[in-house]
């Protein structure tokens, strides 16, 4: 199930980042440091009355602006329109209303996109409710008063928002078909790779309702089972601004993986694992996706018969937080193991959606608890009392303890290490949630 993607846009210096810390702020902070993932952030999940959506932030718009970065700021500011579910309009009540106002509300016309129009900088309702209303000439509907230095009015606006998202998931939920992110930089053969798969198939081409220009979903159909892969189109390069294109990508990459089961992160053979490779890959593994790394262009590297492991071996170690990953060397222009992806594909799913047993997994823990005593802190030892899987995509557990300060990070990942001996999960991460209990209670 998606969350449904909030995009805020507006002309600059309007508050939008101010906007955004208002309606991300702690979140931002929790996740910040997971590894891989950019701290330079544009984009937050969201909780407001129990929906959870994602936020994304936008460089201000300058519709006829013939400098370079402006420009490129119109561009980015697209991108989020055309991946938005809901776009926040937000505005300067201070300012007024300024000719740029005008002309990124047509822009936002034709995105035919849910609109809610905020003029922010709102700090007293009573006084300032007359300039407020200088804003209904924009044609774009209700203004939303806020302030979001003092964080007021983000209540009525928010309810607004959730008017706009779809009820319920039932449509998505029926469709069972797997949904295949083929994420990467750009120019790494991520549509080479769909288009010889459709080749090979001959399958008709269907792009599905619903899709941006940014992100079209494709279904092949492999041995009787249909796939719906999600391209992720790459982005026109100018150097003077090559980095903030790349780190406006993401905005698509997350769309893209939210809506996946399996990410499949394409990486230049030639190139190997470069830095927006790895905020990708950190994406995915935050989200806890099943996860695939295909080595593209494998056909233009001279190999011997320990090129591919010693290859391996040096992604895995710069992809060190994500172990479970599954490696597959491949070349889209000759077709080389594009059939054997499927097969990986099919696994990852397996296991993404795997239960074990409760009693299965106790046993597993007894035995690790045994073969390696917990750690103990001041004389107190940590005793693991009970564990428990309580979801799947990705496979999550519960493991009841005395005391949760003691449970360190390297326990639980040789916990983990135990029960993935035992039974694979190939390609999908696993979360572990940590429970007090008492010893009476236990």
Do not use: C
Not at 33 to 54: E, K, M, N, Q, S
Not at 64 to 71: F, R, T, V
Not at 121 to 127: A, F, G, L, P, S
Not at 229 to 248: M, N, V, W
């Amino acid at each position: 199930m998606s969350k449904p993607i909030v995009a805020i846009v507006g002309r600059p210096n309007v508050g939008k980042s101010t906007l955004f810390n208002a309606l991300a702020g702690e979140k931002i902070s929790i996740v910040k440091d997971t590894p891989g993932v950019t701290r330079d952030r544009i984009y937050a999940d969201v909780t407001w009355l129990d929906r959870l959506f994602t936020l994304v932030d936008t460089g201000g718009i300058e519709p006829d602006s013939k400098d370079i970065i402006l420009s490129q700021m119109r561009e980015q500011a697209q991108i989020a329109i055309d991946t938005a579910d809901v776009i926040l309009f937000l505005t300067d009540v201070r300012q007024g209303l300024q000719d740029t106002d005008f002309k990124v509300a047509d822009m936002l016309r034709k995105s035919r996109k849910p609109v809610v129009l905020v003029v922010n900088k709102v700090d007293n309702h009573i006084n300032m409710m007359p300039d407020v209303y200088e804003f209904y000439n924009l044609g774009i509907g209700d203004p939303f008063p806020v302030s979001a230095a003092n964080r007021t009015g983000i209540g009525d606006m928010l309810d607004e928002v959730m008017k706009y998202f779809p009820e319920g998931q039932s449509e998505e939920e029926e469709d069972d078909r797997p949904r295949i992110a083929i994420v990467g930089k750009p120019n790494v053969g991520k549509s080479s790779i769909i288009n010889k798969l459709l080749g090979a198939e001959r399958v008709i081409v269907s792009d599905i309702a619903g899709t941006t220009r940014d992100a079209i979903d494709t279904e092949i159909v492999h041995n009787g089972q249909p796939y719906v892969f999600i391209d992720t189109a790459g982005l026109r390069r100018k150097s003077k601004i090559k980095e903030e294109i790349e780190r406006y990508s993401i905005i698509r990459t997350v769309s893209a993986v939210e809506r996946a089961n399996v990410v499949v992160l394409v990486i230049d053979a030639k190139e190997g694992v470069t830095e927006q490779d790895a905020k990708i890959a950190g994406i995915a593994h935050e989200r806890g996706k099943g996860m695939i790394v295909a080595v593209n262009k494998w056909d233009a590297i001279e190999k011997t018969d320990k090129t591919i492991y010693e290859y391996r071996n040096q992604l895995m170690e710069k992809l060190s937080y994500m172990p479970y990953a599954e490696y597959i060397f491949i070349s889209a222009l000759t077709g080389q193991r594009l059939e054997k992806l499927f097969d990986l594909i099919d696994v990852v799913i397996q296991y993404h959606n795997m239960r074990v047993g409760t009693g299965v997994l106790n046993e597993i823990m007894a035995d690790a608890v045994a073969m390696q005593q917990p750690p103990t802190d001041k004389g107190k030892r940590l005793r693991l009392y009970y564990i428990t899987q309580v979801a799947v995509k990705p496979p999550t557990f519960v493991i009841f303890v005395n005391d949760k300060e003691l449970m360190h990070f390297s326990y639980t990942r040789y916990i983990e290490n135990k029960i993935r001996e035992a039974f694979g999960f190939k390609g999908t991460p696993l979360r572990f949630i940590i429970r007090e209990r008492k010893e009476k209670e236990a």
